[in-house]
């Protein structure tokens, strides 16, 4: 339904739009105008009830006041919604004159830490006990462009265990750190480690993304996903998920970041009497300077 | 921007919108499902970038986190985008066989109270000290088609002080169910009490609301205004807010409630040595069963 399609005040959200002030910053006044107007068309196009809104404003508080330093809510509901999955796209839509792409981008999530230790290649980075498959993960990180080996790049990886949880929600169960790790690749842009196969799991349920998803009938459980970052002097850093290829939510992620490149193979290892399974998993990285896409896209329109 | 004039993934809102389950109630996902839809298209409309993104959940996150059963910020934020007063307008879209209308409704707002007394006609509202103008406040209540005065309709009326605070926000000032009241009109459909000409005021500017003021460069002030809620049997109860002529916010009401037909005069009162100002309101309440407009909109299509 446009704008004006509808029986209601037809210069309701124009005034509202209108009472931002000369202060306000361009972007601003541009991005808050767009959410005002399609808060609006929402409201007229579903005729939103009041018990509804009522409902709504309740949920709306109920976000912040189970969130605290461990629990990021806001972050949950908009990734349950599919929102930050989307920004990742807009933020990420590289395309190099080749036509080719570096390696997808996926969402962050809650659970990286600024302070994961580096690690030597080899090493493993399984701290704590568990009950999944000890994977010897290894690859080459590469120069999207030339191809070329990128040495000293960082790969910053971090995974729930085989519970589901990730260190710091499972302070009985983890060391600080289990399931973390930086990594430098070597002069042929190598790395190697040790991490486990990983698991899928469930959102917590317990707050309001989990009436949300009971509301919407869906499942709140994420595929099993590795968590990376990888970084390197002039290239552009990315953050990704990587998704074992059997795994049976690849199609219904409940915050949607399952992208078709992002899906690999874990396959038995013969030879290695510390892990039973191998994943490869190699990297491309954008140069600096590469994107093609004016940024002009995202300022407000003159017009 | 229609929802495909993007170059972004033209499957995805589609593709979340689908994992809504079987067991969703069909209003729920019809809501939902444009809430969805509406979300996805502010981001793209305005290449939502990751920080603004990061903002948007940690603003998500302190609505509820300032709230509590004295505070509502949701509902706050809300009045402040203009979405309460919109669906108060979705709610009350009354137009009877002859084009007129009845009294037109506004928002109700998060100072209503479940618990203020009745008192009788001819009474005072004021239980505590002020440096407000005293009103005698009259008027008839009467069937919007009939013309015919309607007798033992409840005229609920609360407001804030003349320090712009309601009871419940200054318990140092203020005695419990200060300028509230429940009055009934008499056989002739009329009330009458003693009250305070209102007092323009600030919203709360220390939390996410104010935040989001300072941004827009708006204002937070709500004109001066009287809540009231009028019902009677057999007639459609009305929630509405009425307004002194001569204030400076009524073009620019930070919740935008108010209507052309909701701005009263406060004229001199003479020979009533209670009062030194009167306000003459009458009310018109719509019998039930007199909406001619279809519920039909409020389902979704079947196409």
């Known amino acids: 339904m446009a704008a004006q399609e509808h029986r209601f005040d037809p210069n309701f959200t124009k005034h509202v739009i209108e009472t931002i002030g000369p202060a306000c910053g361009e972007r601003e006044r541009f991005v808050m105008s767009a959410l005002i107007r399609h808060v609006h068309d929402f409201a007229r196009e579903?005729?939103?009830?009041?018990?509804?809104?009522?409902?709504?404003?309740?949920?709306?508080?109920?976000?912040?006041?189970?969130s605290d330093a461990k629990r990021n809510e806001g972050h949950r509901i908009s990734d349950v919604l599919g929102l930050e999955s989307l920004v990742d796209?807009?933020?990420?839509?590289?395309?190099?004159?080749?036509?080719?792409?570096?390696?997808?981008?996926?969402?962050?999530?809650?659970?990286?830490?600024?302070?994961?230790?580096?690690?030597?290649?080899?090493?493993?980075?399984?701290?704590?006990?568990?009950?999944?498959?000890?994977?010897?993960?290894?690859g080459v990180v590469s120069d999207m462009e030339t191809k070329a080996p990128i040495k000293n790049a960082v790969f910053?990886?971090?995974?729930?265990?085989?519970?589901?949880?990730?260190?710091?929600?499972?302070?009985?169960?983890?060391?600080?750190n289990n399931l973390r790790g930086k990594f430098r690749t070597n002069d042929k842009?190598?790395?190697?480690?040790?991490?486990?196969?990983?698991?899928?799991?469930?959102?917590?349920?317990?707050?309001?993304?989990?009436?949300?998803?009971?509301?919407?009938?869906?499942?709140?459980?994420?595929?099993?996903?590795?968590h990376l970052m990888i970084s390197a002097d002039d290239y552009k850093p990315?953050?990704?998920?990587?998704?074992?290829?059997?795994?049976?939510?690849?199609?219904?992620?409940?915050?949607?970041?399952?992208?078709?490149?992002?899906?690999?193979?874990?396959?038995?290892?013969?030879g290695d009497d510390?892990?039973?399974?191998?994943c490869v998993y190699n990297v491309s990285l954008a140069p600096k300077g590469s994107d093609k896409i004016p940024d002009a896209t995202r300022l407000p329109s003159k017009a």
Chains 1, 2 share one sequence.
């Open 156 to 176: 910053d990886f971090w995974q729930a265990s085989s519970n589901g949880k990730y260190d710091f929600q499972d302070p009985d169960n983890q060391v600080d």
């Open 89 to 138: 796209e807009i933020a990420h839509k590289h395309v190099n004159e080749s036509g080719e792409s570096p390696t997808s981008s996926s969402i962050l999530g809650p659970f990286w830490s600024p302070n994961a230790p580096f690690r030597e290649n080899g090493d493993s980075v399984i701290m704590s006990p568990h009950s999944g498959h000890v994977t010897l993960m290894h």
């Open 189 to 226: 842009g190598e790395y190697h480690f040790y991490c486990l196969k990983p698991t899928a799991y469930s959102l917590p349920t317990d707050g309001p993304a989990g009436m949300l998803l009971k509301l919407l009938d869906r499942h709140p459980m994420r595929p099993a996903h590795i």
């Open 46 to 66: 579903v005729e939103l009830t009041v018990d509804e809104w009522t409902l709504g404003t309740k949920f709306l508080n109920s976000i912040g006041q189970i």
């Open 238 to 270: 990315v953050t990704t998920q990587i998704f074992p290829k059997d795994d049976p939510y690849l199609e219904t992620d409940t915050v949607f970041a399952v992208k078709d490149d992002l899906v690999v193979d874990f396959t038995p290892l013969k």
């Open 274 to 278: 510390k892990a039973e399974l191998e």
